[in-house]
């Protein structure tokens, strides 16, 4: 694989893009992308590709979240969702994608527990938890949308290029097998083994109750340790991360019942997982709210305890017509975005430079360019998106570059220079706009 033409490539098509936009405007009507984040987009879609793309000796792909060493199966994938749609047109692009891809695939089979790994098996890791990491393991936070964002890159893969030697590989059974089977165990909570524990930790670092998380009652829901921003779940079952699974685990079925000579069992264990999913989220996905109607809550544990609000890692509530699960028209979907974006929202924030939704993963009043890029994604109102499009704008404070979170007064205070995953949503959400119905996969 040559780094090089690839980069070449991509490099390419940011200007292209960047100098269609610079004529024509955006393809999407009512919307005008301001000047600074046309002219930093090069920026933002090549870095992934400059700054974290570790090219290994047999052919895969490790890429870095960043600031942080490590690779995270959540954020690899999000991180080339701006070059997807080249995968069609370019082999080497494609050779790209599913060079990651096999990366992710090796990563799950070696611990499908953990959320984020290192290149080799140094035994770097972020904390010396318990039990302790195996050396490849930079973190051992289960979290349902590990397992899902390598599914749905391998799916869109499949879309552009139509090689069936993907599913057809070793590799990506093995790897299935143990996504199925952390899937089914932890819809049965209390035969898993699974339990995290950082010493000395803030709650959130750490799962409550020893280790083992609060208790949920088994109704078919998938229990998740930890959220999309790596913070631990207050009630086991996170609404967006199920929804999550039973879209790419529906999507998977669908396709692999084309492959006639695809392990049987392997499809029975998914439409088992599926059937089991489905009546949990019919029965408890969402609650009741005076104000809003009947919206999703965000986690629950099965037994009538629920906590609603969003944090802006992806999968959220905002995101969830980003991830295709819903359209942004649908009625329950409309009452919960509305929700979120309110005071009933406890990380909605409003101020002289901003208004969206951050996390508790970060300080109180901080906005996530991650969350507005989301909002915009899932807005069908060009004075919605040309507002975030600002809001996004502003969040760069003259570095050229998105952040994790800004101050919501004053976006000069952000977190983690540099963060690959938001410069390439950004990126994405530029492109979309760029191209409007041209584009031939929508992440």
């Not at 936070?141 to 993907?166: G, H």
């Not at 829901?221 to 921003?229: A, E, T, V, Y």
């Not at 924030?349 to 508790?360: K, N, R, T, V």
């Amino acid at each position: 694989m040559d780094l090089d033409r690839i980069k070449q490539i991509l490099r390419d098509y940011a200007y292209e893009l960047q100098a269609r936009v610079e004529e024509c405007g955006a393809a999407v009507p009512g919307v005008v992308i301001p000047k600074r984040l046309i002219e930093i987009f090069p920026n933002l879609f090549m870095d992934t590709i400059d700054t974290t793309c570790r090219l290994q000796a047999d052919g895969r792909v490790f890429l870095i979240t960043g600031d942080i060493e490590a690779m995270w199966l959540r954020d690899s994938t999000a991180q080339v969702s701006p070059y997807l749609d080249l995968m069609a047109e370019s082999a080497d692009i494609a050779k790209l994608i599913r060079g990651l891809i096999d990366e992710q695939l090796s990563c799950i089979i070696y611990d499908p527990y953990a959320n984020a790994f290192n290149e080799t098996e140094n035994g770097r890791c972020w904390s010396l938890d318990e039990p302790k990491p195996l050396a490849r393991v930079w973190e051992q936070k289960y979290e349902i949308d590990s397992l899902c964002y390598p599914l749905r890159l391998a799916r869109f893969y499949y879309q552009a290029t139509a090689d069936r030697s993907l599913y057809r590989s070793p590799l990506f059974v093995q790897a299935l097998k143990k996504i199925l089977t952390v899937f089914a165990t932890e819809q049965r909570r209390s035969t898993s083994s699974y339990y995290f524990n950082r010493p000395g930790a803030v709650a959130q670092d750490t799962l409550s109750h020893g280790g083992w998380g609060a208790a949920v009652a088994e109704v078919g829901l998938i229990f998740s340790g930890f959220r999309p921003s790596d913070d631990a779940c207050v009630y086991g079952y996170h609404i967006a991360d199920n929804l999550f699974a039973k879209k790419e685990l529906t999507e998977l079925s669908q396709t692999l019942c084309c492959f006639e000579e695809f392990d049987g069992e392997l499809l029975d264990a998914i439409d088992r997982i599926l059937s089991a999913l489905s009546a949990g989220l019919e029965q408890h996905a969402t609650i009741d709210d005076p104000i809003f109607g009947e919206i999703y809550a965000y986690e629950v544990d099965g037994a009538g305890n629920f906590l609603f609000m969003d944090d802006a890692n992806v999968p959220s509530l905002m995101a969830l017509p980003y991830l295709s699960i819903c359209k942004k028209s649908d009625p329950l979907y409309r009452r919960t975005r509305a929700a979120l974006l309110s005071k009933r929202n406890p990380y909605y924030y409003e101020g002289l430079e901003a208004m969206g939704i951050g996390s508790p993963h970060t300080p109180a009043d901080y906005i996530w360019p991650i969350g507005l890029c989301t909002q915009a994604l899932t807005s069908e109102d060009p004075e919605e998106i040309n507002r975030l499009l600002r809001m996004i704008c502003q969040s760069e404070a003259g570095t050229g570059y998105m952040h994790e979170g800004f101050h919501k007064d004053d976006a000069r205070q952000f977190t983690r220079a540099w963060f690959a995953w938001a410069n390439s949503l950004a990126a994405y959400l530029l492109q979309t706009l760029i191209l409007g119905d041209e584009m031939r996969i929508k992440f």
